[in-house]
């Protein structure tokens, strides 16, 4: 039986959140006083996708390919990421159908923000804006999300045969 051309994967990520670092989600730098600490910009929301794409075709992580012992990868862009991650399923003959993605966070507010995020992650996965999704929810006070001690994101992506 021939399976069907599409392929779904699942991405999760995590960074701890200090003063003094910025603060980029989805690509785009979020005025607040707290940042995320990480290898690179520590984006958890690209990261997630990342790990979506690269997990449908069985690709391992982020990690692997993009590794935080690694100084090509130091303070680099997410954005730069992401366009890598798409040009590797890209070359495999695969595109991105969407991605719907879940950012956790107790602050800040970043409503205001989703759609220029939206935006910039369609241009890089070249897909419509009505192909990304991203919610984003307190903690309700609980957990290290909800304490500001740090950030997580949650994505879904759906690939096709191209």
Known sequence: MEKPAIRIGIGYDVHRLAEGRQLWLGGILIPSRLGAVGHSDADVLLHAI????????????????FADTDQQFKNIDSKILLARTYKMISDKGWKVGNVDCALILQAPKIAAIVPEMRKAISEILQIGLDDVSIKATTAEQLGFAGELKGIEAKAVCLLYKG
Do not use: K, Q
Request: proline letters at 0%; a negative charge.
């Open 50 to 65: 990342c790990d979506a794409m690269l997990g449908a075709l069985s690709m391992g992580d982020i990690g692997v390919h």
